[in-house]
């Protein structure tokens, strides 16, 4: 709950200072436009930062609040969704403003089929930006997921944690590049069409 008040308390500050510099946007300034979607960003990031602290505390938790009994299971994941629900809630709102900021986007959090859907109201420049980004992440991805797995090796040595903790990034790593894999081949057949 602390870092969820923490977090969530930066990425609503920076959800109103979009907000703001969006309603004091006269229209012409593209400066201050670019501002207000950057801070909505920010917004995003430090939302998303905090689902993963929120997913990671769950499992932590678990094995203690189980230790309680059914009450201490039942309220880590009162707190577990509550955070969650006031995550959504505030990405929805980010979605709102943007949808008001440019009338193109289609879209709700709240939709099984929301990426799709954002994405096809993005324009070319606005799809380019995201497949470079996506790139960026896919490449750090893999450079993290090799560093940390000759971490683990070496803390096996003094530790003996097993294979597991290996096996997990190893298998993160291996799906982040069988999917760009097939998604390059996938991309490839398309373009000689």
Same mark, same amino acid.
């Given at each position: 709950m602390i870092t969820g008040v923490i977090l969530l308390g930066i990425a609503t500050g920076f959800y109103r200072? =979009?907000?703001?510099? %969006?309603?004091?946007?006269d229209g012409e300034?593209?400066?201050?436009?670019? &501002?207000? /979607? /950057?801070k909505l960003s920010y917004t995003l990031l430090f939302s998303t930062i905090e689902m993963v602290i929120c997913f990671f505390f769950l499992s932590a938790a678990f094995p203690y609040a189980y230790g309680n009994g059914p009450y201490g299971v039942l309220l880590v994941v009162l /707190?577990?969704?509550?955070? *969650?629900?006031?995550? *959504?809630?505030?990405?929805?709102?980010?979605?709102?403003? /943007?949808? *008001?900021?440019n009338p193109e986007k289609r879209g709700s959090v709240y939709d099984r089929k929301f990426q799709r859907k954002w994405m096809d109201s993005c324009d070319e420049a606005q799809r380019s930006q995201v497949f470079?980004?996506? %790139? @960026?992440? @896919?490449?750090?991805?893999?450079?993290?997921?090799?560093? *940390?797995?000759?971490?683990?090796?070496?803390?096996?040595? &003094?530790? @003996?944690?097993?294979?597991?903790?290996?096996?997990v990034v190893l298998l993160i790593w291996g799906i982040s590049q069988v999917s760009y894999?097939?998604?390059?081949?996938? &991309? =490839?057949r398309h373009k000689d069409r």
């Open positions: 200072a =979009g907000k703001r510099l %969006y309603s004091q946007w300034n593209d400066t201050q436009m670019d &501002m207000a /979607e /950057e /707190e577990f969704i509550a955070v *969650v629900v006031v995550i *959504v809630v505030l990405q929805q709102r980010v979605v709102d403003l /943007e949808k *008001v900021m470079q980004a996506s %790139y @960026h992440a @896919h490449m750090i991805t893999s450079r993290a997921c090799v560093f *940390v797995w000759l971490m683990l090796i070496f803390l096996n040595f &003094m530790f @003996h944690f097993g294979l597991m903790p290996s096996f894999a097939l998604a390059c081949i996938r &991309m =490839g």
